[in-house]
C-alpha cells in the first residue's frame, strides 16, 4: 500500500467513514466506494473498478489489465487501431487508413507499409 493509501485508510477510519475491523464479505478497506473483493486494489482508493485511467501512467487504475483507457478508434476513420485488432497504421491521423487512396501528401495514406516513391523528399527541398 501506498504511504498516500495508508494516510487516507487512516484518516478514514479515525473518521468513523471505515472500520477497522470491517465485517467479511463487506469491508472496504480503502474506502472508495467498492467492496474488497470487486476491488483490484483494495489497499489503494484510487485503483477501482470506476475509477478513471489516465494512459501512460504505468498503473491500471480500473482494473481492466491495461494502463489507460483504450481508444480503437481516435481519430474517427472507421478503421481500428492495431490495440484493438484493426490495422490502421497511425490511429491519430484520418488520411491514413487501410483501403484510402494515396494523396501525393508524403504519407502512407492506405497503409500497405510504403510511400510512393514519387512523393518522398530525398533531398528535402519541399
Same mark, same amino acid.
Request: overall charge negative; charged content about 35%; hydrophobic content about 25%.
Given at each position: 500500500m501506498t504511504r498516500l493509501a495508508r494516510l487516507i485508510a487512516l484518516a478514514l477510519v479515525a473518521a468513523g467513514t471505515l472500520?477497522?475491523?470491517?465485517?467479511?464479505? !463487506?469491508?472496504?478497506?480503502?474506502?472508495?466506494?467498492?467492496?474488497? *473483493?470487486?476491488?483490484?486494489? $483494495?489497499?489503494? $482508493?484510487?485503483? +477501482?473498478? %470506476?475509477?478513471?485511467?489516465?494512459?501512460?501512467?504505468?498503473?491500471?487504475?480500473n482494473c481492466d489489465g491495461v494502463d489507460g483507457v483504450l481508444v480503437c478508434d481516435a481519430d474517427e476513420d472507421n478503421s481500428l487501431s492495431p490495440a484493438c485488432g484493426g490495422e490502421d497504421c497511425n490511429d491519430?491521423?484520418?488520411?491514413?487508413? $487501410?483501403?484510402?487512396?494515396?494523396?501525393? #501528401?508524403?504519407?502512407? +495514406? %492506405?497503409?500497405?507499409? *510504403? *510511400?510512393? !516513391? #514519387?512523393?518522398?523528399d530525398a533531398d528535402g527541398d519541399g
Open positions: 472500520s477497522a475491523c470491517p465485517q467479511a464479505g !463487506i469491508s472496504d478497506f480503502d474506502g472508495d466506494g467498492v467492496r474488497d *473483493v470487486d476491488d483490484c486494489g $483494495p489497499e489503494d $482508493p484510487f485503483v +477501482n473498478p %470506476d475509477a478513471d485511467d489516465p494512459l501512460g501512467d504505468g498503473v491500471d487504475q491519430l491521423d484520418d488520411t491514413e487508413a $487501410p483501403g484510402l487512396p494515396e494523396a501525393c #501528401d508524403g504519407k502512407d +495514406n %492506405d497503409c500497405d507499409g *510504403v *510511400v510512393p !516513391i #514519387d512523393e518522398l
